[in-house]
């Protein structure tokens, strides 16, 4: 097939190679470039973590909102219900993320500052400060908690911090889904300005998502046969 434009930019920024050139030369330059173009906007600086979040509407409305905003990690800690985003709230959203799921509470907060993360709880009582006060100078994990109980008491004393968005009205709380919207505007939006490049994927991340995106756009017949080419690596 001939070669194009897009896959020429590609190959030179090291994006494609001879081990995934096969699966860009099946799908159309209109695919890839889109593709191309939201991967250059992800990061991994900013993430979040969410508690027993329960319903699978508010579940698909998180991921939903961190896939807008160009997040690409969700980690997930389950409560009394299991992890089952609703899928005609997510519209597929998810399926261009990387949920990450953790047994615990504990095992997930140590596990995101160990790999140097701050984590900053969302709550409403003593020790908060306004989410427009987050230092994000380093990468940054939001937490949210249970739609009714909130964060627990062992994420309180193992966070990092604790954040809440100013309101102006009667209400208290914002629903998660919301909340979390709003959450990332803002840190996504300083975050940019304050970490520069570091906000942005390494390229050895975006060439493992950029392929691990192709093969998605591909229907399962041709995403076996491209895989069977490649020597049957998978994802």
């Known amino acids: 097939m ?10 030179e920024e090291g994006l494609l190679d001879d081990d995934n050139r ?3 030369e099946m799908i159309l330059p209109s695919r890839l470039k889109r ?12 993430t979040i973590l969410t508690e027993a979040v329960d319903d699978p509407h508010n579940q698909a409305a998180v991921l ?16 009394a219900a299991p992890f089952e985003p609703n899928k005609w709230v997510t519209r597929h959203a998810d399926k261009w993320l990387t949920v990450h799921k953790h047994s615990s509470i504990e095992r997930a907060i140590r596990h995101l500052q160990q790999n140097g993360y701050q984590v900053y709880a969302s709550y409403l009582g003593e020790g908060t400060i306004p989410l ?5 100078s380093k990468p940054t994990v939001l937490l949210f908690g249970n739609e009714h109980r909130g964060v627990s008491e062992e994420a309180l004393a193992l966070a990092d911090g604790k954040f809440i968005i100013p309101m102006n009205g009667f209400v208290q709380s914002f629903n998660i889904s919301v909340a979390a919207a709003i959450s990332l505007y803002e840190i996504t939006k300083r975050a940019k300005q ?7 994927l390494s ?15 591909l229907s399962p017949r041709l995403r076996k046969m491209v895989e069977s080419k490649m020597g049957g690596r998978n994802d």
Request: hydrophobic letters at 40%.
């Open 194 to 200: 304050a970490a520069g490049e570091r906000y942005h």
């Open 35 to 46: 593709m191309y173009d939201v991967l250059s906007a992800r990061t991994r600086y900013i």
């Open 22 to 24: 096969l699966l860009a």
């Open 132 to 136: 427009e006060q987050i230092d994000v």
């Open 64 to 79: 939903r909102s961190a896939e807008a905003f160009g997040i690409q990690d969700v980690h997930v800690v389950t409560g």
């Open 203 to 217: 390229l050895a991340e975006k060439k493992e998502i950029y392929e691990h995106w192709m093969k998605l756009s």
């Open 2 to 11: 001939r070669m194009i434009k897009e896959e020429e930019r590609h190959i």
